[in-house]
């Protein structure tokens, strides 16, 4: 369980990093849309923007709810990076979806130890 508690950690590690690095580019969109142009940006754009929304909140999610945080960063990274263009989505992806891939193996293996468990109990 010590090996599955790491895991976790450098998922939640991960995580917090990731949510910095996105977030200050969210912001960074946000702003300049408001400073630069003055008027709001096409539906498209906020259609977009939401998915990056979708990958922050994600990460934050997948501290209590491990499934469904991993869920939300794994299609708001899908769609988001992939309205970049094939070659920026492929790395821009894969690393953002680490945090999620980690969730997932703790959120499973965590589901399975419980299973082994209430079915020793049942046995005894």
């Known amino acids: ?54 990958m922050l909140v994600g990460y934050i999610a997948a501290f209590k709810w491990k499934a469904v945080g991993s869920s939300m960063i794994i299609l708001g990274a899908l769609v988001f990076f992939g309205s970049l263009g094939a070659k920026a989505m492929l790395a821009f992806f894969a690393i953002s979806i680490l945090p999620a891939v980690i969730f997932l193996f703790v959120f499973f293996y965590e589901k399975k130890f419980q299973q082994l468990h209430s079915t020793d109990n049942l046995h005894q």
Do not use: C, N, Y
């Open 1 to 54: 369980m010590t090996l599955i508690k790491t895991f976790l950690w450098i998922g939640r590690f991960l995580a917090v990093l990731l949510f910095i690095l996105w977030g200050a580019f969210f912001i960074e969109h946000l702003t300049e849309w408001f400073k630069d142009s003055g008027h709001l940006p096409p539906l498209s754009v906020f259609l977009i923007q939401f998915f990056h929304l979708l």
